[in-house]
């Protein structure tokens, strides 16, 4: 039986420089999220409100307080500058980076 394919990892981009500080415009994540909205599976989307929504994967979320912006390394794939472009952004404004896994909501009981 094979082994089912590995998921992607994700990296989250915390808006949290080194030293602690709140990184700031308040609107970082959704700026970031919005210039990487092009870069999806399948590519960029046309027609009308095609300039509306965010890849999948690359998608702005607030997590404990701490605004966020989930990056699927499946980016890289799609489009490798544009995944040096977030992990460099992160590096060049000394945000907190972790790697983990973004887990479902759970159902309500």
Same mark, same amino acid.
């Given at each position: 039986?094979?082994? &089912?394919?590995?998921? #992607? =990892?994700? %990296? ?11 990184? !700031? ?30 890849? &999948?994967?690359?998608? #702005? =979320?607030? %997590? ?11 980016? !890289? ?30 159902? &309500?009981?």
């Amino acid at each position: 039986m094979p082994l &089912p394919a590995a998921k #992607p =990892r994700q %990296i989250f981009i915390q808006g949290v420089t080194r030293d602690g500080r709140t990184f !700031r415009p308040s609107d970082w994540a959704e700026r970031l999220c919005g210039v990487m909205s092009p870069f999806r599976p399948g590519g960029a989307r046309t027609g009308v409100g095609a300039h509306i929504g965010y890849s &999948p994967l690359c998608v #702005p =979320r607030v %997590i404990n307080g701490v605004k966020c912006v989930i990056v699927s390394e499946a980016l !890289r794939a799609v489009e490798p500058m544009a995944w040096d472009f977030v992990l460099n952004f992160a590096r060049d404004n000394e945000l907190q980076t972790v790697e983990a896994c973004l887990l479902p909501d759970e159902p &309500p009981d």
